[in-house]
């Protein structure tokens, strides 16, 4: 479970890392967007600490990694996010395989939110790849696309 928060603590990096890369390059949008995916990154891990405090266990922060700061375009972002909702998707899973070979049936529940939590990123993420596919190099498009996306509201 520490192992898995400090993924999430490291998603909330990464994302904050991305927003920077989109907010010098005046795409203000995607960064509120990145920004928005950040502070839902966070809440995650937030719930593992939470979760790891209320079993009785100890919490471990541990040093997180410098995310990666520059990517070669817009698309090359959001695909790098999609690979990374996948490796959240895999540690999830590997957590909920565990948690059932130890009939740990508290941890199964808590872990069955993160689970649909993550269908639900990996499919938002692979919606703006495409998008992004379709768009292309065309700089109307992605500005359109730039201004929609900064349209979230709130961390979905």
Do not use: C
Not at 49 to 77: H, S
């Amino acid at each position: 479970m520490n192992e898995q928060m400090r993924h999430e603590f490291g998603a909330y990096y990464l994302y904050l890392a991305m927003s920077a890369w989109f907010a010098r390059r005046n795409f203000n949008g995607f960064a509120s967007w990145m920004r928005m995916q950040a502070r839902e990154e966070e809440s995650h891990a937030m719930k593992f600490f939470e979760y790891i405090d209320d079993r009785g266990g100890e919490v471990v922060l541990e040093a997180l990694p410098k995310p990666k700061a520059d990517w070669k375009n817009v698309l090359a972002v959001f695909e790098a996010a999609k690979g990374h909702e996948a490796k959240v998707s895999t540690g999830i899973h590997q957590l909920y395989a565990l948690a059932l070979a130890e009939k740990d049936y508290a941890s199964q529940a808590m872990l069955q939110w993160f689970i649909t939590e993550q269908v639900e990123e990996e499919k938002m993420s692979s919606q703006i790849v495409d998008t992004l596919r379709i768009i292309g190099d065309n700089s109307s498009g992605l500005l359109m696309y730039d201004r929609e996306l900064g349209g979230r509201k709130k961390a979905e």
